[in-house]
C-alpha cells in the first residue's frame, strides 16, 4: 500500500479569536516542496495503518433526523475533485461552526489522494495544531496560513489533533476511520459534531470489556455464569474466522454453556443492545486471541477474597482450562507442581 498525494486545500482557523482565514488558492502539487508532500503521504500512511484502538476507531456517517453535514461535502470531493477547494472552504466552516471556544488555533487539511496499489481514491481530513512556529507559520499582513519544509517532520502523526479518512481504508461495513490524540474519546465535537458520525468503541477495550460485560449481564438477570467456561468461551471465540460480533457470541455462549437454564439469547440480545461496551461489538477473531505483537492474550483470575485479597493468576486461556473447576458456589482453582518446577522471588 502507498499513498499519492493527488490535491490539497487548507485553511486557518482560530475559534477562540473567533477568526476563519481561507486560502484563496487550491496549492500546486508540482510547485511544492518535495518535503511537504512527503509529510502529508506519510501522515496519510500512518493513519491507514493506525491499529482500531486507542485514540482511533472506525465510524459510520450518520442518516436520517440528524444527518451528517460534512458527508456529501466530502462525497463531493471524491466524485469531482475540482471541488476541493470550494468544499473545504465548507468544511472549515462547519468546524469553526461546531468548534467550542477553547479549541486550539490550527489549520484544516483536506487532501484527495490515491491508494496507488488499487487506484481507489480517499478523502483525507486534519487538523493540525500551528503552535510551533517553526512548522506551520502564520504570514505578517493577511495572516493567511502557510505550510513551511522548516522541521517539518517532527509534526509526523504526534502533532496530529484530530483526523479522518474517507471512506474506511479496510473496513467496508464503515464508512470512515477517525483519530483523535487530544482526548480519550475521539467521539468528540470533531467526530460527532463535524464529522456527523458515530463511531465503534476501539478493539482493544471491547476486548478488555467484554467478560466483565457478560458477567453483569447474569448478574442484572438473575442467571448464573459457569466461571470455568470462560475460557472455553474466549478460546471458541477466538478460533472463529472473520470477526466476533454479539451474533457469534450468543452463539458461543450457548455451544460452550456459559450461562445455567434461566438464560435466553433475547435477554441477552436486549442487554447487549443497552451495553455502552457491547452495543455494535465488531471485533476481528485474529485481534481477540492476540495482542498487536502476535502474543496470545492472557486471561487474569483476581482473588479478591478477604484472606486472599492480592493474588492474581495470569496465563494462557488453555492453561486457565486446566487449573479451574466450578464446584457449586466455589471456584476451585488446582495448581500442581514439580518443587524443581517451581520459581520463587520476593520483591
Request: glycine share 4%.
Amino acid at each position: 500500500m502507498g499513498i499519492q498525494l493527488l490535491r490539497f486545500a487548507y485553511h486557518f482557523i482560530d475559534k477562540a479569536s473567533n477568526y476563519i482565514s481561507y486560502s484563496e488558492n487550491e496549492p500546486e502539487i508540482s510547485t511544492l516542496n518535495i518535503t511537504i508532500i512527503d509529510f502529508l503521504e506519510t501522515l496519510t500512511n500512518k493513519l491507514w495503518d493506525a491499529e482500531d484502538s486507542g485514540n482511533t476507531v472506525s465510524g459510520q456517517f450518520n442518516h436520517g433526523a440528524t444527518p451528517s453535514r460534512a458527508r456529501p461535502l466530502i462525497h463531493a470531493i471524491l466524485e469531482n475533485p475540482d471541488t476541493i477547494l470550494d468544499n473545504s472552504k465548507k468544511l472549515a466552516d462547519l468546524l469553526f461552526q461546531v468548534s467550542p471556544a477553547n479549541a486550539s488555533r490550527g489549520i484544516l487539511v483536506v487532501i484527495l489522494c490515491r491508494d496507488t496499489n488499487t487506484d481507489l481514491k480517499y478523502v483525507a481530513i486534519y487538523k493540525i495544531k500551528c503552535e510551533d512556529e517553526q512548522v506551520i507559520k502564520i504570514l505578517s499582513g493577511d495572516n493567511l496560513p502557510e505550510i513551511t519544509v522548516e522541521e517539518v517532520t517532527n509534526i509526523l502523526f504526534k502533532e496530529l489533533q484530530k483526523g479522518a479518512l474517507i471512506p474506511h481504508p479496510d473496513k467496508q461495513q464503515y464508512d470512515l476511520k477517525v483519530t483523535d490524540l487530544q482526548s480519550a474519546e475521539p467521539r468528540k465535537y470533531f467526530g460527532a459534531t463535524f464529522l456527523g458520525c458515530t463511531t465503534k468503541k476501539s478493539d482493544e477495550l471491547q476486548i478488555k470489556k467484554l467478560v466483565p460485560e457478560l458477567v453483569k449481564f447474569a448478574d442484572d438477570n438473575d442467571v448464573q455464569v459457569k466461571t470455568d467456561k470462560i475460557p472455553a468461551v474466549l478460546a471458541a471465540l477466538g478460533r472463529i474466522e472473520g470477526n466476533v460480533t454479539i451474533p457469534v457470541i450468543e452463539k458461543i455462549i450457548e455451544t460452550e454453556k456459559l450461562f445455567d437454564d434461566n438464560y435466553s439469547r433475547e435477554a441477552f440480545t436486549n442487554y447487549a443492545e443497552q451495553s455502552a461496551h457491547l452495543k455494535n461489538f465488531d471485533v476481528e477473531a485474529t485481534k481477540l486471541a492476540s495482542k498487536k505483537n502476535g502474543d496470545p492474550r492472557k486471561m487474569k483470575y483476581i482473588l479478591r477474597d478477604p484472606e486472599l485479597n492480592g493474588i492474581v493468576i495470569s496465563g494462557p486461556i488453555e492453561a486457565m482450562q486446566k487449573i479451574s473447576t466450578k464446584e457449586g458456589d466455589f471456584v476451585v482453582i488446582r495448581i500442581e507442581i514439580a518443587e524443581p518446577n517451581l520459581k520463587i522471588k520476593y520483591e
